[in-house]
């Protein structure tokens, strides 16, 4: 699959202009803090619970999952609003907030329920000939931020188990690797590509690859584009870096 450098600047440039939509599978469930990331991985570690994305029973079902019954929840430190009292018991109006550790929250694996969004796929591109021949690895995914679609580290990529489009996920994280960001941590700070411009072309390589194979998830792409992008426009420095990690992506496929 030759490179087309006219056809895929057009292609970038829809990236950039037609209307995007940036999908819900980014607010969908909390936003824990480091502390309480931190909290429930320990007891997930402790009780030997693979770690996953982690929401309440409510959530869960929200989500079309069901916590399994017997399952003990994973304490986390909640807020909670107290109103100050007079001496006669009456409320004055006031209050305050304290933390306190709730049990109210369940990893992924405690549950059963819908079957997870399936990838997308092509006889044009086989994913794993692809990552065997880019020599990328597939970990399990291990973080319990369920809004977090996926991940990338070295050479070696992780897809969230309820990632809502897996296959551009993986796009998206493999081109993290190839685009060589993933490497940048050996490298002196000026040398360091900034978050944005990073997001921006690793999902510009998903959204030229989705595209061109023909597969579902190119609005969802744009959304994202656009929102890391912002005002701004892709340099043609990160465009042509961006071509050619869509060419090699989708040759290591064929």
Known sequence: ?????????????????????????????????????????????????????????????????????????????????????????????????????????????????EDYAQEAKTPAWDAAKAMAALEIEEISYAMTDGNCQGYATGSKIAINPVAALPHKTRFHEIAHVVLGHTKEHTMQDDELTPRDVREVEAESVAYLCISILGLPGQEESRGYIQHWLGSDKIEDKSAQKIFSAANKILKAGE
């Open 1 to 113: 699959m030759q490179q087309n450098q006219p056809q895929w600047s057009a292609i970038l440039a829809d990236a950039i202009n037609k209307p995007g939509v940036l999908s819900s599978a980014y607010s969908a469930f909390h936003n824990f803090s480091i502390g309480n990331q931190m909290l429930a991985w320990s007891q997930m570690t402790a009780r030997d619970i693979p770690i996953g994305p982690v929401a309440t029973f409510n959530d869960w079902q929200a989500l079309g999952r069901q916590v399994r019954r017997g399952e003990k929840a994973i304490e986390l430190v909640m807020p909670i609003t107290i109103n100050r009292k007079d001496q006669d018991g009456e409320k004055t109006g006031e209050s305050f907030t304290m933390f306190a550790m709730k049990p109210r929250w369940f990893a992924l694996s405690q549950t059963d329920g």
